[in-house]
C-alpha cells in the first residue's frame, strides 16, 4: 500500500508538471496569434479604403487620352 500511495503521488506530480508545460506552449502559441492578428491589423489600418481611393481619384484624376482629344478637336473647330 505504501509503494503504491508513494507511486500514485508522483504520478500526480509528472501530471502536474506536464501540465504546466502544455499550458506554458498554448500561451506561447496563443500570444504568437495575437501578435500576428495585431500585425494584420496595423497594415490593414495603413491601407486606404475604397472610399478614400475614390476620392483621392477625383482629386488627382490624370486626364486621359480621350480628355486630350477633346480639346483639340474643339480647337480645331
Known sequence: MINERKALKQRLEQL????IEII????????G???????IDNY???LPNLRELAAQ???????????????SQEVQK
Open 44 to 46: 490593414q489600418d495603413k
Open 57 to 71: 481619384e477625383k482629386f488627382n484624376k490624370l486626364p486621359l487620352i480621350n480628355d486630350k482629344e477633346k480639346p
Open 16 to 19: 502536474n508538471e506536464a501540465e
Open 24 to 31: 506554458k506552449m498554448f500561451r506561447k502559441e496563443r500570444e
Open 33 to 39: 496569434i495575437y501578435n500576428r492578428l495585431r500585425e
